[in-house]
Each structure stands twice: as structure tokens, then as C-alpha cells.
Nanobody, 120 residues
Framework: VQLQASGGGLVQPGGSLRLSCAAS????????MGWYRQAPGKQRELVAT???????SYAASVKGRFTISRDNAKNTRYLQMYSLKPEDTAVYYC???????????????WGRGTQVTVSS
């Protein structure tokens, strides 16, 4: 299983970006998929998650500005980020809890990070 994240970049404060995370490989089901971020000198923190049933959750710091969504046919999840602030600057990591077979329990997978920089 591989997770391929894309969509990071440099944006001005108040701007928008959309991150994508595509899962590929031997996948039976994706239980939960989400985004974490890690700023320099800080611990990695949860940003947003979406379950297989479409239930979403967000960190308080991004609620109302970020939206996580999914395309099940493509095994892809998106993080639409609006009203970006300098404090959103971080490396964003995609995470997924995936089962590879009905009889095999899920395990966590991580994608390579994508840099998001919010600066004027």
C-alpha cells in the first residue's frame, strides 16, 4: 500500500490550497483517512479525518476553514484549505488505516509529507 500526497505549495495569507492523498496497492477497505501536520520545532498534530462512513472531524484550529472530503472510487481524500494563516505553515502528512483483506486487521500507513507555506 502506498499513499501519494500532493498539492502543497506557497500561498499568501488568506489564500487557498487543496491537498490530495491517493491510496494505491492491495486495499480491501479504508477505515479512516486523514491529514496531520508538523511545523518546525513542534509535534505532529491531527488536522482532519474522514471515516469510511463519511464522518469528519477537525482540529479546533482549522474548523470552519478546512474541509476534508473523499472520492471512494479513486481511494482519494482531499483537504481543501481556505483562509490560510501563517500558523498553518507545516509539512502535511496523509495517514490511512487500511485493511488489505477481510480477515486481516487494519494498520496505519503514512504518505510522504507535502510542504505548505503561508507567507506574504
Amino acid at each position: 500500500v502506498q499513499l501519494q500526497a500532493s498539492g502543497g505549495g506557497l500561498v499568501q495569507p488568506g489564500g487557498s490550497l487543496r491537498l490530495s492523498c491517493a491510496a494505491s496497492g492491495s486495499i480491501f477497505s479504508i477505515n479512516v483517512m486523514g491529514w496531520y501536520r508538523q511545523a518546525p520545532g513542534k509535534q505532529r498534530e491531527l488536522v482532519a479525518t474522514i471515516t469510511s462512513g463519511g464522518v469528519t472531524s477537525y482540529a479546533a484550529s482549522v474548523k470552519g476553514r478546512f474541509t476534508i472530503s473523499r472520492d471512494n472510487a479513486k481511494n482519494t481524500r482531499y483537504l481543501q484549505m481556505y483562509s490560510l494563516k501563517p500558523e498553518d505553515t507545516a509539512v502535511y502528512y496523509c495517514n490511512a488505516r487500511i485493511s488489505q483483506a477481510p480477515s486481516v486487521g487494519p494498520r496505519d500507513y503514512w504518505g510522504r509529507g507535502t510542504q505548505v507555506t503561508v507567507s506574504s
